[in-house]
């Protein structure tokens, strides 16, 4: 026997990083698929609660429709208690979390306190021309959240989810303002993420103009598995 603990220490912790609509979510789940670790959404956690009419949803609703964030408050402990999930012992990838450094330096301190850090982010690059073309086509299911993009990936029929037949509509806040905004917000309050990671020694970049598919080889590649 060479040691009794191989598996030891080797986690899959993933933060997406990039722009509004450079392909966090369609990428995060495939990653999630292949390595069987959850794909953690703050974004479709907002949204489900905005559909249930909790108090959080309420709360989130009025930020996201402006393309603001929501406040830090509001997300840093909801995540840390998602983290503490039995599916998530071995990894996870994170989707939309952390978007500012007071959010990366919570969750460093929350994992530190168990001796554990961010295994890699993966910064998704796609500069702004293409992310306002993006939005306007994509297109979220109702029921089970898989996204599509009317040209570049569009489902088998028009207007109906692949996975499960619902409806399939276009978020209240992809909307071209809004995205310009949600923009804006992005290059101030999320980029300095990449800095932030760089320093962390955990940033891996990958070009996020190409096929969903390429993209994806390029992230398989840097998770070396
Ligand atoms: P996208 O992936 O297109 O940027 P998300 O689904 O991740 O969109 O997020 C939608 C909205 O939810 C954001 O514009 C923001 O208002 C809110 N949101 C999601 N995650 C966070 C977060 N970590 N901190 C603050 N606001 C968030
Ligand atoms: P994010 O979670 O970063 O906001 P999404 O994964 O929702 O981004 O992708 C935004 C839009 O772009 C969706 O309509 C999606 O289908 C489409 N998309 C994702 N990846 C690509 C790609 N590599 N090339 C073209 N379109 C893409
Ligand atoms: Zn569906």
Redesign the pocket.
């Known amino acids: 026997m060479k040691t009794g603990n191989k598996k030891k220490g080797i986690t899959m912790k993933i933060i997406m990083l ?10 995060a789940k495939m990653i999630a698929e292949k390595y069987t670790i959850p794909h953690i959404s703050t ?1 479709d956690i907002f949204r489900a609660n905005i559909k249930e009419g909790t108090e959080l949803g309420n709360k989130a609703k009025e930020y996201m429709d402006q393309g603001l964030l929501v406040p830090d408050e509001l997300v840093v402990n909801l995540v840390v208690d998602r983290l503490t999930w039995e599916d998530a012992k071995n990894g996870y990838v994170l ?2 979390f952390p978007r500012t450094i007071p959010q990366a330096e919570a969750l460093t301190a929350a994992l530190a306190e168990k001796g554990e850090k961010v295994d890699y982010a993966i910064d ?1 690059d796609v500069p702004d021309q293409n992310i306002i073309d ?2 306007g ?3 979220a299911c109702v029921a089970c959240g898989a ?3 009317i040209v ?2 569009p489902p088998k029929k028009e207007g109906f989810c692949d996975k499960c037949g619902a409806e399939l509509i276009l978020r209240d806040d992809d909307k071209p303002e809004t995205v310009k905004k949600r923009l804006d917000v992005y290059h101030e309050q999320t980029q300095p993420l990449i800095d932030y990671y760089t320093a962390e020694g955990v940033l891996k970049e990958v070009d ?5 598919m390429d ?1 994806f080889n390029a992230i398989v590649q840097v998770l070396g598995a």
């Open positions: 990039g722009a509004p609509g450079a392909g966090k979510g369609t990428q974004g989707d939309g998704i993006r939005m086509g994509r297109r996204t599509y993009h570049n990936i996020g103009t190409v096929d969903m993209v």
